[in-house]
Nanobody
Framework: VQLQACGGGLVQTGGSLKLVCTDR????????GAWFRQAQEKERELVAS????????EYANSVKGRFKISRDNAKSTVYLQMDRLEPEDTAVYYC?????????????WGKGTQVTVSS
């Protein structure tokens, strides 16, 4: 598993971003996918997770109704659509993969991508 994330950036409050995580090893369909985030001086937290076939998802309470995780197994890619962004969403976002769903303690990690929401 070789995870590569992109799609972060600077956006105003209320705006949207879509994060993309691709497995260059093309084995992502075999794993549950997840997005974590870590804000400055805070612990890393699970934002959303999706099962291998995409039939099950789980979200942190703080993002329910605003974020949506999805996947395209033909492209070995997991997405995180983030809408109605708030300054509190500012963090480095990491994609991850694991054998179990939800992927709370992933075995595989990608490098982070910075998301900054200005007020």
């Amino acid at each position: 598993v070789q995870l590569q994330a992109c799609g972060g950036g600077l956006v105003q409050t209320g705006g949207s971003l879509k994060l993309v995580c691709t497995d260059r090893g093309r084995t992502f369909p075999l794993y549950a996918g997840a997005w974590f985030r870590q804000a400055q001086e805070k612990e890393r937290e699970l934002v959303a997770s999706i099962s291998g076939f995409g039939g099950s998802t789980e979200y942190a309470n703080s993002v329910k109704g605003r974020f949506k995780i999805s996947r395209d197994n033909a492209k070995s890619t997991v997405y995180l659509q983030m809408d109605r962004l708030e300054p509190e969403d500012t963090a480095v976002y990491y994609c991850a993969a694991d054998n179990t769903f939800p992927a709370r303690s992933p075995s595989y990690w990608g490098k982070g991508t910075q998301v900054t929401v200005s007020s």
